[in-house]
């Protein structure tokens, strides 16, 4: 079907991508960066440097901008990122790939340290929170946060600083994918190693009881809850 509205129209050259709305809808983030050329900038090309921004969707006006957050894909921001009061999100920060030329230079990865980092609206600022850890997902129904670090999937509660280590994956295995169930009362996990097909199963908050679950398939994509 057609638009219902454009809010940000991409200069020449530049790409946007879009990531999530607020919980009330107030705002939007997006990230934008430069097309490379590949054959003048290849490792710029393969991972750019992404600017953040934060749209009002009641003005259609970028309030925000947060300039060379991360490259691609060492930046990453996963459902949901928004806090429950509606001017704090997570992102997190890995560093990626390490890229070397057939001259053997070395292409800078990101700068920030590993982790979970927080931006508060009200301060225009971003804290580093949970180091070393990734995949930061906010509760449906409140301000707790999944995420995994060493292979543990934690969920803290960020108003209290309560952080419950609630199921341990395999080392071998990466995990690829975390959800909230729209009650808040799982969480789903993906996981897989290298080459074989992915273990799904969801985790009981409260208990860390868990289940597999078989046909789901949803690991390496995307999907809403019915």
Do not use: C
């Amino acid at each position: 079907g057609k638009p219902l509205k454009v809010v940000y129209t991409a200069s020449y050259g530049e790409y946007a991508w879009v990531e999530f709305p607020s919980w009330d809808d107030t705002y939007l983030l997006f990230t934008t960066h430069n097309r490379g050329d590949p054959k003048k900038q290849p490792f710029e090309a393969l991972m750019p440097m992404l600017t953040l921004r934060i749209l009002d969707l009641r003005t259609g006006e970028v309030i925000q901008t947060l300039d060379s957050i991360g490259r691609a894909p060492s930046y990453s921001m996963h459902e949901s990122p928004w806090l429950h009061d509606g001017h704090r999100f997570v992102y997190s920060i890995s560093q990626g790939p390490r890229l070397i030329d057939q001259g053997g230079d070395v292409f800078a990865r990101d700068s920030s340290s590993s982790g979970v980092y927080i931006y508060d609206m009200r301060l225009g600022r971003s804290v580093l929170m949970l180091p070393e850890a990734e995949l930061p997902v906010v509760s449906s129904v409140g301000d707790q946060l999944a995420y995994v670090k060493d292979h543990i999937l934690h969920v803290l509660d960020v108003d209290t600083g309560d952080d419950r280590s609630l199921f341990s994956f395999s080392d071998g295995q990466d995990v690829l994918t975390l959800h909230w169930t729209p009650d808040g009362r799982y969480i789903f996990a993906g996981s897989a190693e290298s080459g074989k097909a992915a273990e799904e199963r969801l985790i009981d908050v409260a208990t860390g009881k868990h289940f597999r679950v078989k046909g789901v398939g949803m690991s390496r994509g995307s999907y809403s809850w019915k």
